[in-house]
C-alpha cells in the first residue's frame, strides 16, 4: 500500500469491525450463511447494479422456479428473461444463462473451487469471485464493492480516487490487509453489511457507530466527502419513436437481436431519431404514409412520453398508439401478439411502464 497505515490500525479495525458483527449485525439475507455456492453465485448477480432491496424478490423468484444449477441451465432463454424483466442490464442474465449451462452441462454441476476457476466463468470478476470464494468455500479473498469502498476510505481517511487505476488497487490492497482470512466469509459480509445499514452513502449513522472513535473521516469532520471519485458519468441521449400498432386485438411486435441495449428483448416498431420530434397527426400521417404505405389508420390516444436513466445513456421514448385494419407488407416482419398475451414477453422496463397504461385503454 502506498499510503501508510499501520498494522495496529488494521488489527484494531478488523477487531471493531467483527466485534460490531457478532453484537449488532441484524441484517437478515436469505443467502447468508447458507454455503450454496449456486444460490451465491445466483445472488451475487442480480445484485450487481441492483440494490438488495429490489434483487431480493428476483432472487427468491429464481430459486423457486429454478431450485438447482440444472434447472436453471435447461430453462429456455425467453422463460429466464422474462423472469429477469425489471432488472436491466440484461447482459447479466445472457452471462447466467452460459455459466448455468456450462456449469451443468460441462462440470457436472460442479462449481470451480478456486478464485482463479471461479474468475474464469463468464460474467464473474474479481468481486463476484471473491464473494462466491469466501462464502461457499471459506478462500481468504477479501470483496471490494461500493460499501467496502466507502468504509475503508472513511476510517482510514483516504482521499485516494477509488474509480481510478491507483485507487482501486491501493483499496484492494487494503481491503486484503484487514481481512480476517482465518474468517474470510464471516469478515466480507460483515463489512458489506456494515456499509449497507452504518456507514451509508448519505446520513450515514455515525452517532451510534461502533468504529466511531477510531473513524479518521469522523473525528476530522469529512464523513461527506468521502470517498472521492473523479470520474463523472456522462449520459448520451437517445429517442426512440415507438408506432404501436393494433390490428384487431392484436399488438405488432418483435425481438432486438442488434448488439445494443435491451438486446434479446422485444419492442414495438421503432423509429429512432437524433432529436425528439414533436408528433402531431399531420407528422404521424407522413410518416407512415411514406415509409410504411400506410394511408388508412387511427390514432388510439396522444403520444405518451416516458423516460428511462440507464448508465451511460438516458433514453426518451414516444409511444405513438395506431389502429390499422391490416398488416402491410413492411411490417410482415412483426409478430402478432393478443394483448392478453403480451405479459409472456420480456420487455424493457420502458416498455412496461407504457403498457401499464396502453392496456387500460386500448
Known amino acids: 500500500m502506498s499510503l501508510q497505515i499501520s ?76 423472469m429477469w424483466e425489471g432488472l436491466g442490464y440484461y447482459n447479466r442474465c445472457r452471462n447466467l444463462l452460459a455459466t448455468a449451462r456450462y456449469i451443468a452441462f460441462e462440470c457436472k454441476s460442479e462449481f470451480p473451487s478456486t478464485f482463479e476457476g471461479l474468475l474464469a466463468l463468464k460474467g464473474i470478476g474479481p468481486y463476484t469471485a471473491a464473494a462466491i470464494g469466501s462464502f461457499a468455500f471459506n478462500l481468504p479473498y477479501a470483496v471490494v464493492d461500493g460499501n467496502v469502498y466507502r468504509v475503508l476510505a472513511r476510517y482510514f481517511g483516504v482521499d485516494l480516487p477509488s474509480d481510478g487505476t491507483e485507487g482501486k488497487k491501493f483499496f484492494q490492497d487494503l481491503a486484503n490487509a484487514t481481512l480476517d482470512a482465518k474468517k474470510p466469509a464471516i469478515y466480507n459480509q460483515a463489512i458489506m453489511d456494515f456499509g449497507a445499514t452504518v456507514c451509508k452513502p448519505q446520513l450515514p449513522l455515525c452517532g451510534v457507530c461502533a468504529l466511531q472513535m477510531s473513524c479518521k473521516a469522523f473525528n476530522e469532520g469529512r464523513v461527506d466527502q468521502l470517498p472521492v471519485k473523479h470520474k463523472r458519468v456522462e449520459r448520451k441521449k437517445r429517442y426512440f419513436n415507438y408506432f404501436v400498432f393494433k390490428v384487431g386485438e392484436e399488438i405488432l411486435i418483435h425481438q432486438r437481436n442488434e448488439v445494443d441495449i435491451w438486446k434479446d428483448l422485444f419492442e414495438f416498431f421503432l423509429l429512432e431519431t437524433a432529436q425528439p420530434i414533436q408528433w402531431d397527426e399531420c407528422t404521424i400521417s407522413e410518416v407512415l404514409k411514406k415509409n410504411l404505405g400506410i394511408s388508412n389508420f387511427g390514432l388510439l390516444s396522444q403520444p405518451f412520453k416516458v423516460r428511462q436513466h440507464l448508465t451511460h445513456r438516458t433514453v426518451e421514448s414516444q409511444f405513438i398508439p395506431i389502429r390499422i385494419n391490416k398488416i402491410p407488407k413492411a411490417l410482415a416482419h412483426l409478430i402478432p401478439v393478443h394483448r392478453n398475451e403480451l405479459n409472456k414477453y420480456a420487455f424493457p422496463k420502458t416498455i412496461q411502464d407504457y403498457l401499464a397504461e396502453f392496456l387500460k385503454l386500448a
Open 7 to 82: 498494522e495496529l490500525d488494521l488489527v484494531r479495525f478488523r477487531k471493531a469491525l467483527m466485534k460490531w458483527n457478532s453484537s449488532d449485525n441484524k441484517r437478515d439475507l436469505p443467502w447468508k450463511g447458507i454455503g450454496n455456492p449456486y444460490y451465491i453465485w445466483l445472488s451475487e448477480v442480480i445484485l450487481q447494479q441492483t440494490r438488495v432491496e429490489q434483487g431480493l424478490s428476483y432472487y427468491l423468484k429464481f430459486i423457486s422456479a429454478f431450485p438447482t444449477i440444472h434447472d436453471l441451465a435447461s430453462a429456455k432463454d425467453e422463460e429466464v428473461l422474462k
